[in-house]
């Protein structure tokens, strides 16, 4: 149980365009989900913080408007990385966790390269 | 920013040997969370602490929540050439349920 999906796994973009990467909890309701980015040979930092119906909580130093996060859903959480730059490549991944559960589940990740 | 501190950040260790590392914070946590992360993959769990004190084992790894809810370790017995990656300590505090720090993470490396 537990599973959590995301995808694509990898995506390569022109810089200016946007992408968006989904990630959904496959056998579970997810009431929150997280956005981590990781940049190489370093470790995960949180992002944002995704909530079902509500708007998402980011953190500091994390533009708002560059990662739009939706949270429609309570198995799907989407985020769109608008009007990509070179300095947006990165190691994007999702985690879902039900309240009470305890349960941290981690996507497979999204390799994002903007050329 | 990152509050953790984990040790030792590579080992190169031969197939047989244990593994030890360990992480610890400034903060007190609630929950410490042991992930193994593989190249291009997502962090597995691994191991889950909730009580300070706990002492849980999954198979060969066993991991321990200290007592002051500042650290914790994770043990890896008679390693095994697919023990190779990179292992991550996660801590969450009592006021931020569901957001994790993240340790450096340590790689480990293992020879035949």
């Known amino acids: 149980g537990a599973v959590v999906s995301q995808h694509p796994s990898w995506v390569i973009c022109k810089s200016g365009t946007s992408v968006k990467i989904e990630c959904r909890s496959l056998?579970?309701?997810?009431?929150?989900m997280f956005w981590y980015r990781q940049f190489p040979k370093q470790s995960l930092m949180l992002m944002a913080t995704s909530n079902e119906g509500s708007k998402a909580t980011y953190e500091q130093g994390v533009e708002k408007d560059k990662f739009l996060i939706n949270h429609a859903s309570l198995t799907l959480s989407t985020l769109t990385v608008t009007s990509a730059h070179p300095e947006d490549s990165s190691f994007y991944i999702c985690s879902a966790s039900l309240r009470g559960n305890y349960g941290y589940t981690f996507g497979s990740g999204t390799r994002l390269t903007v050329v | 920013g990152q509050q953790l501190n984990q040790s030792p950040q590579s080992m190169f260790i031969q197939e047989g040997e244990d593994v030890s590392m360990n992480c610890t914070s400034s903060s007190i946590f609630n929950t410490w969370l042991w992930y193994k992360q593989d190249p291009g993959e997502g962090p597995v769990l691994l191991i889950a602490?909730?009580?300070?004190?706990e002492l849980t084992s999954n198979g060969r790894l066993t991991a321990q929540f200290g007592i002051t809810r500042k650290d914790s370790f994770l043990n890896i017995s008679a390693s095994i050439p697919s023990d190779v990656g990179i292992y991550f300590c996660a801590g969450q505090t009592t006021d931020s349920w569901g957001k994790l720090q993240f340790g450096a993470g340590t790689q480990v490396v293992v020879t035949p």
């Open positions: 602490l909730y009580k300070a004190g």
């Open positions: 056998d579970f309701q997810a009431t929150t």
